[in-house]
């Protein structure tokens, strides 16, 4: 049963036609099911609350299309508005049957339908119907499965455009990655790495067009043919002949021709052979012969192999427009490092949430990200205009002129709010009962530091040392890292500078060291891995020890710290490293002040013992409440639960607040609530004084921080913790934004 339930599912998320693929598995459920008629209805685009009959096998094909049912009507109707199945054997004798008179199907009494649901949205209705025997569990079973199956892949399908093209302007909405506002226009991002998201794009120059095609063609060609003898050496002939006969496929006949018929068509290379190579795979899918269905995978391997040398020949974004906004399935923080910083103006994801790191990157450099946009239609996105919600995670696609003037109009006030906190880049951060409050940025980039001066930054709470380690290809070396840290330091000579060790694993990926692990977030990450690896950690503690020779400024943060024993082994490093390099050069070497990140719950409950023996302890509120909340920070089907002011992160944070002041230890917190104003209200009614936040965070928490005072902010968060769940507390902070009218620091529009 897996295999067929397998193979329908796979018909969906293949066919290049999905209202073909729909009639397909009609035709499928008919046949597996014996049953004497099936029919499929999807909710209707425009009005959701109506469903339209989209595909039918043994019933009257003509009513495709021109039957509906709105949510309650009928008895399809009844299992939309229930979301739950019914299985009847005597349908037209229920009270909510209505017949189409022109569908034939009263001589089918025996009824099974299943709603299809993805995301608690009812997206349609299957059922199938007999004339005799009534359905079983089993079959009951079988429909709910596959309808379940089928949601992910029609919902997918839908925010594709596989249905139809969406027209004019439209909102799609996701959730706010990094706040602020822009309108530009989208550039779909592609490496070649999946035909899926290679986007339509209509050619410049046909000419140019068909030589890169026909080149990259040639190279794959080349390459397999080589590939073949080299593996004559190793492998039985049979098994070489692959190469060869993949190599043929591609010296001519309908995978070329159709391909350049599509360009002669006036559509760009990678497209059109997306689209001749998926109507090829799919039309071996359908073959009954399993080895030749088989072939589809080949196809499909021959396809991206082609369409990777097609991406490298063509860089279609060398130029990127001015105010482009990236926009991908996944858009990742390397490929933001792709356009130059000047061009980008906003990031909008399918995938992703506020906590990604692409989306924290996009805060770090003052755009706006809305990210975990299910529907985003991405291969329709490339050059359309669009405007970007950063603060409410929404996007227009081809705004009308109605809405670009009223964001225009968002736009000229945001722009006032910034030149207005402009002023106050060089006043203390103090609240107007007169406590002063430490802010500084989290840095990562170099590009970071010249902004955060500017801002008044008053140190580096937070440098993420895995970015330098991310854009390279390699470990960077003892002397690289010497140079990066050295460079920190000195730009913020006088300053505090805390540098954060290796947190990689989890999101954070590198290439050269790959981990493949079922539950990466939960597995080997931050200081487990250098702790497993002291050669690493040694190089990089030595790196920044050194850099600070002269300085004297620096702090290190222990990433992921879950126990004591984490922390002895680190300490025990740091201190023979320390002794090492004053023992090699004869100078005085300084121990930093050594803190701990307070991130996994675990550190939470032993928050006296981790201040028994560090200086200072942060706290990162991106991975405590993804821990606490068990919420992924990067799943978008989870984002919505995702939230920092949640009661119970707020309580976890007073915990550790109240443990580490027993030992006069020093907070901080570098999380991402840090930089929220309606966090920066929560924290500093915690009593912590310490905020280290993206640099485009800054004077807007400075003016929060001068809007109030400390004794409000105590009393507010005894309110806030009295309450049940994070949209009450949200409301309450905002309230009291509105309140001193500066809504604006965290939506658009006043
Ligand atoms: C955090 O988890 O809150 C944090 C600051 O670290 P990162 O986002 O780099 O995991
Ligand atoms: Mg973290």
Redesign the pocket.
């Known amino acids: 049963m897996i295999h067929r339930l397998q193979r329908i599912v796979q018909e969906v998320n293949r066919a290049p036609d999905i209202n073909a693929a729909l009639l397909l598995i009609t035709e499928s459920l008919t046949q597996d099911l014996t049953v004497d008629a099936c029919t499929i209805f999807l909710a209707k685009e425009n009005d959701p609350e109506v469903m339209l009959l989209k595909a039918c096998n043994g019933l009257n094909p003509d009513i495709i299309d021109r039957v509906e049912r709105r949510f309650g009507e009928g008895l399809i109707g009844t299992i939309a508005a229930r979301a739950e199945a019914m299985n009847l054997i005597d349908a037209p004798g229920h009270k909510k049957f209505l017949l189409v008179p022109e569908s034939g199907e009263v001589d089918y009494p025996i009824f099974l339908g299943v709603p299809i649901i993805a995301h608690r949205d009812v997206l349609g209705v299957i059922a199938v119907q007999r004339a005799q025997n009534a359905f079983n569990e089993d079959e009951e079973a079988y429909l709910t499965t596959l309808a379940a199956q089928l949601a992910t892949s029609i919902e997918r399908a839908e925010s594709q455009g596989r249905f139809s093209a969406p027209q004019g302007s439209h909102m799609v909405k996701g959730v706010a990655g990094a706040p602020g506002m822009a309108i530009g226009q989208a550039i779909v991002l592609n490496r070649g790495v999946n035909l899926e998201s290679v986007p339509d794009k209509k050619a410049d120059d046909l000419d140019s067009e068909l030589r890169s095609f026909r080149e990259a063609v040639r190279k794959v060609c080349a390459e397999l043919t080589e590939q073949a003898e080299k593996m004559r050496e190793s492998l039985p002939e049979e098994e070489c002949a692959l190469f060869l006969a993949y190599a043929q496929m591609l010296s001519g006949g309908s995978l070329i021709d159709d391909t350049e018929k599509s360009i002669a068509e006036g559509n760009w290379a990678p497209s059109s052979w997306r689209d001749t190579v998926e109507q090829h795979a799919y039309v071996f899918s359908q073959m009954e012969d399993r080895y030749l269905a088989e072939r589809a995978n080949d196809i499909r391997d021959l396809g991206l192999r082609v369409l990777r040398k097609l991406m490298l020949e063509q860089s279609p974004y060398l130029d990127f427009p001015e105010r482009t906004k990236l926009a991908g399935d996944d858009v990742t923080a390397t490929d933001l490092a792709d356009v130059p910083p000047d061009c980008l103006s906003g990031v909008i994801s399918a995938r992703g949430s506020s906590s990604s790191h692409v989306a924290i990157l996009a805060h770090a450099l003052g755009i706006p990200a809305v990210m975990g946009v299910p529907n985003l239609p991405v291969k329709q996105l490339d050059g359309v205009p669009l405007v970007l919600d950063g603060y409410n995670g929404s996007a227009f696609i081809n705004p009308d002129q109605n809405l670009l003037d009223e964001y225009t109009r968002y736009l000229a006030e945001e722009e006032a709010i910034e030149q207005d906190l402009l002023e106050l880049k060089d006043k203390q951060a103090i609240t107007t009962d007169r406590r002063p409050i430490k802010l500084m940025v989290n840095s990562g980039l170099m590009s970071d530091y010249t902004p955060s001066l500017r801002s008044g930054a008053e140190g580096v709470g937070l440098y993420r040392t895995e970015i330098p380690f991310q854009i390279r290809d390699r470990f960077p070396s003892e002397e690289e890292q010497y140079s990066i840290y050295k460079s920190v330091l000195e730009t913020f000579d006088g300053m505090p500078v805390v540098l954060r060790t290796l947190?990689v694993g989890g999101d954070k990926p590198l290439s050269y060291f790959p981990i493949n692990e079922a539950n990466p977030f939960l597995g080997w990450r931050g200081v487990r891995i250098t702790l497993d690896h002291p050669e690493i950690f040694v190089t990089q503690v030595r790196a920044m020890l050194r850099a600070n020779v002269e300085i004297n400024n620096l702090a290190i943060l222990l990433?992921?710290i879950s126990g004591r024993a984490e922390l002895v082994d680190s300490l025990f490093l740091i201190n023979r490293v320390r002794d090492e390099i004053e023992e090699e050069s004869g100078d005085k070497v300084w121990l930093p002040r050594i803190g701990a990140?307070i991130?996994v719950p675990s550190a939470v409950y032993q928050i006296e013992d981790i201040c028994s023996m560090v200086d200072f302890v942060s706290i990162?509120t991106?991975?405590l409440t993804q821990y606490l909340l068990a919420v992924d920070r990067n799943n978008e089907n989870v984002a919505e639960l995702f939230s920092s002011l949640h009661p119970a992160v707020l309580k976890a944070m007073q915990q550790i607040v109240i443990g580490a002041a027993r030992s006069d230890t020093p907070v901080s917190v570098c999380?991402e609530l840090a930089g929220d104003p309606l966090g920066v209200m929560a924290l500093l009614g915690m009593g912590i004084d310490n905020l280290s936040m993206s640099v485009g965070s800054l004077l807007r928490a400075k003016k929060v921080i001068m809007s109030f005072s400390y004794s409000e902010l105590t009393e507010l968060l005894q309110r806030a913790l009295t309450m049940s769940d994070s949209f009450m507390i949200r409301d309450l902070y905002a309230g009291k934004l509105d309140e001193r009218g500066l809504g604006g620091l965290i939506r658009a529009g006043k």
């Open positions: 947190d990433p992921m990140m991130e990162g991106n991975d999380g």
